[in-house]
């Protein structure tokens, strides 16, 4: 097959992916289905007479469509200096764990048991929808300059929505969990849902204005998410990136360090080489509130004129782009507990609710908020409705009160703690 | 091909088997500022197999391979009998049985990839050429043919055929650390024509994405908000449209509660209905992705919850009539509770005697995005206006209405005499994009909380 496309140009590529997974759906707290999912696709890349083309099929019989394609994809083609690698060894890690492939869906049924269980006893009147989700994923690149990298991982994925229905209060969760390794770390993840249903019981006013305010790691993408943005190799070739032409300046608080590292065993974002077949490896990119890199990719990095760093990502129909493995903010000193007890009167953002709308690459944000709690002579008082917080990264971010010693996963491959910012802007309905 | 889906739901020892088949063909170009991000065709095919077993539940299995469906019905049999679920009910639907086609003038599979090219190419070239602080675009063509075919054991079968065209235009402007952008797209069920011609829309975007820049972002507080069209369809459908699914009510008592038909939500002039069986639109389609035939579903009538939107199951558990809203995002989802055509019904009140009135006040125009959690949501409004003693004032930015659902509908005093369907939408609910369509009038709200520094 990749002899086929190496036929039609003067470079080829070749990216087949292969998976199967077992999902246990559990709904308004009972088990309610069953589902297993086989999925295969191939994707082609062709350079012809220096012009770049793209092609992708799910179905792995289409061999010569995807060749037709691929080819007069690559006459409409930009002319790129790009070059496929060739092979490299990238790093040792594990992300695939024979015990959590080979689970078997009775256990996955047991543990969503256990955490519907564990929900409920937070809260009787919880409705709970649980979806156990593991996979199988082999992702194998090939190309001309002779690379072949297999990439095989077994990930566990957990979601969990609750809501909880009084009259006309709803108080909504939305949780995620994963791994890449068989361990006890869900029942942490079940056990702050837990926590946060529990102080969602009783709810307090706070009227608006500046003060301080706590996110904590559910919270924090909201400052996060503008920083995946910035860092994004294309969006600083494009220009749009605030932090473009920035490198080695400190543009943020000494408190704010960042990486992108697929070196973590475990994690489901980790792996030896990124899905074009370049090494990956760990990278600082804001080291102590200094930029020191941005994520590339092959393609955006020979617009550049700079190097790749193995941040190559794909899905089977788009054409890879610059993309984090696992982004890991640093955790600091201070533990979460005495961040809390030093806030006389503030905000604790748990769930903001809009992430990723409006201009969320100016580094503005203003998002309502569906959890936050109030925090008064250093203790948690009780929940806060119809609060938005509002702030600019590149300012706000320049003065960071404090970094908590925890920190968590979320949404998969981000690592976040809690970070507090002195005075934000707070609206609230009181 | 008909033959062998007929021969595997047959084999299946399930109460109720259903198999849905998917053959696509899809074209993509995508400009990102002067570089072409890509030209390419992707074929996509695959299917799912559900089963539901009394005294089990709901097995599914999803594939690519179109091969053996005996054994995918198989499989989701034995996923169906690894579960022990409440009984389940399905209500009826009459069996159907049709082949659907859309006739397409101009049909973009036709058109030659060069020529997809070039159309995107020239709108780009219409926002990068507009200003030099336009710093960056993304113009994209696409399009998609797909077949579906749906048969169950409860005789149905219906052949679909699903195309659709869309051409989007996005601009970013940049002065200093002030980064903006505007964004428009026109999306149909239609041939290739229908994406031509929008030259002027793709000017209007590079204008407001350079109008965005001086304009001052909006400042925090409470305000009367006039909100266009495409932003009252947008909090139509995420504000309250979600709420009206019955999955979220069917098996929570606390939720039917609080969605109790007959409830009053709204002035007498609010109405809001689901409907997709209005041709043309994105979110229609003759049935459903469980065969149930589309229609329209009044759901505030005057001002008074009187309806909700349905899957079979959740009609059979509520005792209600399944209403054609069992939707799926692709062959790799079951079908769910989804909204179809959402729309607000227009009322008698001009723009100039909605705004006639507002000593100060927004004008919150289009949708960048929107959350809800249930009874509180935020917006985001691509741009706005502030309203000053009755008229239009300056563009501002960073427009973001929130608030709690009830309250806010409550608060609705005014309905434009302009309704108006969007050109383009997709709802993200569990699956991810399915098309849909929103409409609204322009709409008043009294009293909302407009977030900000």
Redesign the interface.
């Known amino acids: 097959m990749l002899e086929r496309v190496m036929q039609v140009g003067e470079q080829a590529e070749l990216f087949e992916i292969e998976s199967e997974s077992t999902k246990i759906g559990f709904q308004a707290n009972k088990l309610k289905s069953f589902e297993v999912e086989e999925t295969q696709g191939m994707a082609a890349r062709a350079v012809v007479e220096g012009r770049l083309g793209f092609a992708a099929s799910s179905d792995v019989t289409a061999v010569d469509q995807l060749i037709d394609h691929v080819v007069a994809s690559a006459r409409l083609g930009d002319e790129i200096p790009l070059c496929f690698p060739e092979s490299r060894p990238g790093p040792e890690v594990q992300i695939y764990d024979a015990g959590l492939a080979e689970l078997p869906p009775p256990r996955l049924i047991e543990m969503g048991e256990e955490i519907i269980e564990a929900v409920l006893e937070a809260d009787e009147s919880a409705m709970v929808n649980v979806d156990l989700t593991r996979r199988v994923r082999e992702s194998t690149l090939r190309n001309s300059a002779g690379a072949e990298v297999v990439v095989r991982k077994s990930p566990l994925s957990i979601m969990v929505a609750v809501e909880r229905v009084r009259g006309d209060d709803v108080l909504a969760l939305f949780e995620y969990f994963s791994t890449a390794a068989l361990d006890e770390e869900y029942r942490d993840f079940v056990s702050r849902i837990a926590e946060k249903l529990r102080l969602g019981r009783r709810s307090a006013t706070l009227s608006s204005g500046q003060m301080p305010v706590l996110f904590s790691p559910t919270g924090a993408p909201l400052l996060a998410l503008p920083l995946i943005h910035g860092l994004d190799g294309k969006n600083v070739y494009r220009g749009i990136s605030p932090m473009a032409r920035r490198a080695g300046e400190p543009i943020f608080d000494e408190k704010l360090s960042v990486l992108d590292d697929p070196t973590l065993d475990g994690r489901p974002g980790s792996s030896s080489h990124d899905d074009e077949g370049v090494p990956r490896r760990r990278k600082a990119l804001i080291d102590q509130g200094r930029l020191t890199g941005f994520v590339y990719d092959l393609k955006t990095a020979a617009l550049a004129g700079t190097e790749p760093t193995g941040n190559g990502e794909r899905g089977l129909f788009s054409p890879p782009s610059p993309s984090f493995s696992n982004m890991v903010v640093g955790a600091g000193k201070t533990p979460v507990e005495e961040i809390i007890a030093g806030i006389d009167r503030g905000l604790l953002v748990e769930t903001p609710l809009g992430l990723g709308q409006g201009n969320v690459i100016s580094g503005r944000f203003s998002n309502n908020l569906s959890l936050a709690f109030k925090i008064e002579g250093g203790e948690i008082v009780g929940r806060v409705k119809d609060v938005s917080v509002a702030g600019n990264i590149y300012q706000d971010l320049q003065d960071i009160a404090a970094v908590s010693v925890e920190s968590e996963w979320v949404y998969g491959g981000i690592r976040l703690p809690y970070m507090l910012l002195s005075r934000l802007n707070v609206v609230t309905k009181g | 091909m008909r033959e062998r889906i007929d021969a595997a739901v047959r084999s299946s020892k399930a109460d109720y088997t259903e198999i849905r088949l998917e053959e696509g063909e899809?074209t993509r170009v995508s400009f990102?500022?002067r570089?072409?991000?890509?030209?390419?065709?992707?074929?996509?095919?695959?299917g799912i197999a559900r089963c539901f077993v009394q005294g089990g539940?709901?097995?599914?299995?999803?594939?690519?391979?179109l091969g053996d469906l005996e054994r995918r019905v198989r499989?989701a049999y034995e996923?169906?009998r690894?579960?022990?679920?409440?009984p389940i009910e399905l209500a009826p639907v009459p069996a159907s049985e049709e082949r659907i086609t859309v006739p397409l003038s101009d049909d973009f599979r036709g058109v030659s990839?060069?020529d997809k090219?070039s159309l995107a190419q020239e709108y780009n070239e219409i926002l990068l050429q507009y200003d030099p602080r336009i710093?960056?675009t993304h113009t994209t063509y696409s399009d998609t043919f797909s077949r579906v075919t749906f048969a169950s054991s409860d005789g149905t079968y219906v052949e679909e055929d699903r195309p659709m065209v869309n051409v989007a235009f996005s601009a970013?402007s940049?002065e200093g650390?002030?980064?903006?952008?505007a964004f428009e797209a026109v999306s149909k069920v239609a041939g290739f024509g229908a994406v031509q011609g929008h030259h002027h829309l793709a000017e209007t975007v590079a204008e407001r994405a350079v109008g965005l820049l001086v304009a001052p972002?909006v400042q925090?507080?409470r305000y009367t908000v006039v909100c266009n069209p495409r932003m009252a369809g947008v909090f139509a459908h995420e504000a309250f449209g979600h709420l009206s699914e019955a999955d979220?009510v069917y098996?929570?008592p606390?939720?039917q509660?609080?969605m109790v038909l007959g409830r009053r939500f709204g002035g007498d002039i609010l109405t809001i209905a689901d409907d997709g069986s209005i041709p043309g639109l994105r979110g229609s389609h003759r049935y459903d992705d469980e065969g149930t035939p589309t229609g329209r579903t009044d759901l505030i009538k005057d001002g008074i919850l009187v309806g909700r939107l349905h899957s079979r199951e959740t009609a059979g558990k509520m005792s209600e009539h399944p209403t054609g809203n069992a939707r799926a995002t692709s062959y790799?989802y079951?079908p769910i509770v989804r909204m179809t055509n959402t729309f607000i019904e227009g009322g008698g009140t001009s723009f100039q005697e909605m705004i006639a009135g507002i000593e100060l006040g927004i004008y919150a125009c289009d949708a960048?995005?929107?959350?809800?959690?249930?009874?509180?949501?935020?917006?985001?409004a691509a741009y706005g206006y502030m309203i000053r003693e009755g008229e239009l004032a300056g563009l501002v930015?960073?427009v973001?209405l929130?608030?709690?659902l009830?309250v806010t509908l409550q608060h609705i005093d005014a309905l434009g005499d302009d309704f108006q369907w969007a050109e383009w939408g997709h709802c993200g609910k569990g699956q991810g994009g399915l098309p849909v369509s929103m409409g609204a009038p322009h709409v008043r709200i009294r009293d909302v909380?407009i977030?900000?520094?």
């Not at chain 2, 539940?57 to 391979?65: D, E, K, L, P, R």
């Not at chain 2, 690894?82 to 409440?86: H, I, M, P, R, T």
């Not at chain 2, 650390?177 to 952008?181: E, H, I, P």
């Not at chain 2, 809800?372 to 917006?379: G, K, M, Q, V, W």
């Open positions: 899809s990102r500022g570089d072409l991000e890509t030209a390419d065709v992707a074929i996509d095919r695959g539940g709901w097995g599914i299995a999803t594939f690519n391979s499989q996923g169906a690894a579960v022990q679920a409440e990839l060069a090219k710093v960056d970013v940049r650390d002030n980064v903006q952008r972002p925090g507080g979220f098996e929570n606390q939720a509660e609080m790799r079951p960048f995005g929107g959350q809800t959690a249930l009874e509180n949501f935020s917006f985001s930015s960073d973001v929130s608030g709690n009830f909380l977030g900000g520094e």
